[in-house]
């Protein structure tokens, strides 16, 4: 691992670190998630849905992709 990318790992809040290993080891085992993993998971994730609404407005980009390549 190249010193950038140890470097980039440290900028990852610890919190956030645990919960993406969490969530990776529920998707390679198939264990369950806990649930205050997923709670705080599905919080952050409507956060970042939020501060990108305030930003853009909403995002409207799978209807023209569709209506393209049904032209095409």
């Known amino acids: 691992m190249s010193t950038l990318e140890k ?3 440290k900028a990852i809040p610890p919190e956030l ?3 993406t290993e969490a969530l990776f080891e529920h998707l390679a085992s198939g264990k369950p998630l806990v649930p205050e993993v997923a709670r705080r998971i ?3 994730g409507e956060r ?3 501060e990108v609404f ?3 407005g909403i995002l ?3 209807s023209p992709a569709i209506r393209e390549l049904r032209d095409a």
């Open 7 to 9: 470097n980039e790992l």
């Open 17 to 19: 670190w645990a919960d």
């Open 42 to 44: 599905r919080e952050r």
């Open 48 to 50: 970042i849905r939020e």
């Open 54 to 56: 305030r930003e853009h």
């Open 60 to 62: 409207d980009l799978g």
